[in-house]
C-alpha cells in the first residue's frame, strides 16, 4: 500500500535523532556471517541465466512513496539536488546484478540502461508521489505537489493507461522485462488480474471516503510494468512472468493483503483473508511457474505493525533513545513541538493500553497512529494552530469538519483491537506462504525472521548485529528515519533492500547449490558498489547520509 501524503515533517525531526545517539563511521566490509565474492569471480549457474521476479512493490523496487528509473531528475524544492531513482535499488534489482557473472559494474549499468534493463525503468519525475528531501536536511514534501492526476501534464493519469506507457517508461520497447512487480498486487490478482480495475487516476465512483484510497491503487502501474506482455492470450502478472521461460523465479507476495485490508479499516475483502486462500493462490503460482521450466524461491512477510509506518500510540519509557529501535508517535510529535496534542488523541480515538501492549500480539495489542495520522496531525498544527484537536475521521481534516465515525481507522489510527485483527491475517498469510512452500517443495526465504530480529533490539541476534553493524551508533535500526526503511516507513531503504537481497541470495545458493556472490551491504549503504556516482550513491534514507541527494 502507498503512503499518500507526507508533509511538514520539520527538520529537527533528523536533528534530534541523531544526536541522541551519535557514531562513527566503519570499514565497509561484507556482511558478517555472509559469504563474498569479488566480483567477476562467480561460476555461472545454468539456473541463473533467465530470473524473473514476480510479486508487488517490494519487488518492483518502490520506495519513499514513489517508483522511479530515470536518473537526473531534478528535486523540485532544490534544482541543485536529484531524485534518487527507485528501481534499481531494489533487492530484486541487486540479486540480478549479483547473479549475472559479469562486472558488478558492468551489471549495474545494464541496469540503468533502459535498452537492457531488465526493469520497466519509469520516466521521470515517477509514478505516484516520491517523496522529496526539502531544506538542507528534513523535511521531505511529495515531490508533485498540486493534483497528482494533473501534474506534469497528467503523467500519472498516463499509467493507468495502455496507450499511456510511452509517455512514462524509458523505453516501452525494451524486450528484456524480467521484473514483474507491479505495485498493489494481491495474491489472487497475481494469477488473475488482466487490465487495471480504473483507467483513471480520479477517485472511483461509489467508493466512499478513505476507502478510495486503497481499492485500485495497481491501476495506475499495471500498464507501465506489463506493457511488453500486453498480447498475450491470457495476461495476468504469472502469466507474464511464465511466457520468458525462467531458469529462476523469485516470488514475493501478500503484503497488500495485509495493507489493503488494514488501509481500508477492514472494508477492503478483495485479498485473501484466511492461510488456505493464500495457499492456494501461491500453489497456483508456483504451479503455472513450474509448468514454464523455473525453479521456484518464495518469500513470507514481516510483522507489519512493527514497520515504521506504524507508530505506537504512547510515550515510550526510555524516552527519544528508545526512538532508534522502535517508531513512536511521541518521537516525531515531540521533535514538532506538539507532543501534548498525544494524550487526546489517543483518549479521543481509543488508542489506549492501560495493561501494557505488544506490537505482534493477538491479546495484548498496541494501537497506533499511522505515519499519515501524525503527518495530519503536524499538518494541522501548522496550519490551523492547535487551538483545535485534528478529528483523523474527517476525510479532509480541518476545523469544523463533519467526521464519519470509524472513517479515518485504517489510515491515520489503528485501535487496539483492529491491530489484533491486522496481526492475525499477517499470521495467517504467512502461515498459507510456509504451507504452499512446504507442499510444493520450493525454499523459503524467511524476511519474518530478519524483521523479527531487527525488532527484537537484541544486541545478539544475528539480524540485528548485521545491520547495527553498518555503521556503529548510527545505522542501521528499525526506528523510523534510522535507515531501515525509506521515507514512506513501508518500503525498505536502498540498505534494507540489500539487507534483503541478502537473504535471498544466502537461499537460493543454500537449496540450489548456485555461487551468487553475497550483496556487500555496507558498499550499498555508503554508495562504494560500484564506480559510476549516479548509479551508486550513499544511501539517501539512512544517517548520516540523508541529507539532499547529490550525484
Known sequence: MRLLNAKNIVSAVAVALLAACGGGSAAMNPSPGLPF?????????????????????????????????????????????????????????????????????????????PSTSPLPLIKGPGLDNLLAFYGTFFPFEPSKTGDICTDNGGFDQAGYRLKGVPRVRMDPNDSKIRDVGVPGLTLHEANTLHQPQTSTCKSIPGIPGLLNQVI?????????????????????????????????????????????????????V????????????????????????ARIVVANLPNILETGYFQRAKVPSKGISACRYASYAWCILKIAGIQFTLDPLVKQFHLTTPSGCTPTSLTKPCGYIT???????????????????????????????????????????????????????????NQGIDNAAHAESVPLVDIHAIFSGLASANPSNPYFKEAASINPGLCCTLGFLWGISSFDGLHPSNTGYALIASAFIQTINAAYGTHIPQVNVKAVYDGTRCSTKHYCFPDPYAPPNDSPYRP
Open 37 to 113: 565474492y569479488p566480483a567477476g569471480k562467480v561460476t555461472h549457474d545454468s539456473i541463473l541465466s533467465n530470473i524473473v521476479g514476480v510479486g508487488d512493490s517490494l519487488t518492483a523496487g518502490y520506495q519513499a512513496d514513489g517508483f522511479l528509473g530515470e536518473t537526473r531528475i531534478k528535486n523540485p524544492y532544490n534544482t541543485f539536488t536529484q531524485l534518487p531513482p527507485t528501481q534499481e535499488n531494489g533487492w530484486w534489482a541487486l540479486l540480478a546484478e549479483q547473479a549475472s557473472g559479469v562486472p558488478l559494474d558492468s551489471a549495474v549499468a545494464t541496469m540503468y540502461d
Open 371 to 429: 505515519l499519515q495520522g501524525i503527518q495530519a496531525d503536524v499538518n494541522y498544527s501548522n496550519t490551523y494552530g492547535n487551538a483545535t484537536l485534528v478529528n483523523f475521521d474527517c476525510t479532509v481534516p480541518k476545523p469544523h469538519c463533519k467526521p464519519i465515525p470509524g472513517n479515518g481507522l485504517g489510515v491515520y489510527y489503528i485501535t487496539p483491537e483492529f491491530a489484533a485483527k491486522v496481526q492475525a491475517l499477517n499470521d495467517a498469510i
Open 216 to 268: 485500485a491503487e495497481e491501476s495506475g502501474t499495471y500498464w507501465p510494468v506489463m506493457y511488453n506482455f500486453r498480447n498475450l492470450p491470457r495476461l495476468t502478472p504469472v502469466n507474464a512472468a511464465a511466457s520468458v521461460h525462467p531458469t529462476l523465479a523469485t516470488v514475493w507476495l501478500g503484503a497488500n493483503d495485509v495493507l489493503k485490508y488494514m488501509g481500508s479499516g477492514g472494508r477492503f
Open 270 to 293: 478483495g485479498g485473501d483473508r484466511n492461510a488456505a486462500q493464500a495457499e492456494d493462490d501461491l500453489r497456483q503460482t508456483i504451479s503455472t511457474l513450474k509448468s514454464s521450466g
